[in-house]
T-cell receptor, first 116, second 115 residues
């Protein structure tokens, strides 16, 4: 069974802290994604990676960075957390879309981050 | 760039009634289309997908969706809703072509089921 795991289900951090969100997939997928989900706004793509050490900005990258040192692991970093980064963060992975289009994404359970 | 509209923010149906959730997309070529479901506090689960071929696709949990190019729609249907179907549903579109990785998601439709 395919599996995407995220390091924490709930996280509470203080303003200004550096925050790491970890995501691991066991499906040998090339692509990995970080989204944030807010009520009424749906899913918004923060960053994605199509290979180890490769990354591309999504729609809302400001205030975030990412790291992908190994194929199975994709980390989201909040360099200095702010209250407007309080949100649900979802990680996903997929096979490569090189054959002609995007493949289905498999999602982790999400991390609900609260910044106080 | 592609986009997705889910016109209904919230729908309420009675258990046993039929269901149709609307999804309209904007994309110039044949899109890659997906429906996902999210139960409260959980991640998204894939219900079904359309890449090409038969325009009526079957998914898990008794759901189906029909791709209508002329209407730029990919509506999700279920003939008889169960209380456990209460969740939020997301339609997503991806662009065709090599090197296309991303999906664009709609804002979601929340489904409530009355016993």
């Amino acid at each position: 069974d395919v599996k995407v795991t995220q390091s924490s289900r709930y996280l509470v951090k203080r303003t200004g802290e550096k925050v790491f969100l970890e995501c691991v997939q066991d499906m040998d997928h090339e692509n990995m994604f970080w989204y944030r989900q807010d009520p009424g706004l749906g899913l918004r793509l923060i960053y994605f990676s199509y290979d180890v050490k490769m990354k591309e900005k999504g729609d809302i990258p400001e205030g975030y960075s990412v790291s992908r040192e190994k194929k199975e692991r994709f980390s989201l970093i909040l360099e200095s957390a702010s209250t407007n980064q309080t949100s649900m963060y979802l990680c996903a992975s997929s096979l490569s879309g090189r054959a002609g289009g995007p493949r289905e994404q498999y999602f982790g359970p999400g991390t609900r981050l609260t910044v106080t | 760039a592609q986009s997705v509209t889910q016109p209904d923010i919230h729908i309420t149906v009675s258990e046993g009634a039929s269901l149709e959730l609307r999804c309209n997309y904007s994309y110039g070529a044949t899109p890659y289309l997906f429906w996902y479901v999210q139960s409260p506090g959980q991640g998204l689960q894939l219900l079904l997908k359309y890449f090409s071929g038969d325009t009526l696709v079957q998914g898990i949990k008794g759901f189906e969706a029909e791709f209508k190019r002329s209407q730029s729609s990919f509506n999700l249907r279920k003939p008889s809703v169960h209380w456990s179907d209460a969740a939020e549903y997301f339609c997503a579109v991806g662009a065709s072509g090599a090197g296309s990785y991303q999906l664009t998601f709609g804002k979601g439709t929340k489904l409530s089921v009355i016993p």
